[in-house]
């Protein structure tokens, strides 16, 4: 599985970003889609999930700022990000998670950098 993640960037603390992260199989509408962070010097940490059901949940750092979605014509899974806050700086993974067919994929990460 490859998933190809882009739309990081450089904004001002308030800005907007959205990554999105393209999948290369079929079975991606099959698939919980989540994104995860590392922040510097930090571990990777869970950001938000959109599940195969079309259920989403969030980290409570980026609850009401963000929101993930998905469209599975394109494969594609999306995180708009509002309101962006310096503590928001990460790279930004893409996960695909199939336990149908034991996947549990990475995209290569982008990178976002909010500045104060």
């Known amino acids: 599985v490859q998933l190809q993640a882009s739309g990081g960037g450089s904004v001002q603390a308030g800005g907007s970003l959205r990554p999105s992260c393209v999948a290369s199989v079929d079975i991606f509408s099959f698939s919980d889609m989540a994104w995860y962070r590392q922040g510097p010097g930090k571990q990777r940490e869970f950001a938000a999930i959109f599940g195969q059901d079309g259920s989403t949940n969030y980290a409570d750092s980026v609850k009401g700022r963000f929101t993930i979605s998905r469209d599975n014509a394109k494969k594609t899974a999306y995180l708009q990000m509002n309101s962006l806050k310096p503590e928001d700086t990460a790279v930004y993974y893409c996960?695909?998670?199939?336990?149908?067919?034991?996947?549990?994929?990475w995209g290569q990460g982008t990178q976002v950098t909010v500045s104060s």
């Open positions: 996960n695909l998670v199939n336990k149908f067919w034991g996947n549990d994929d």
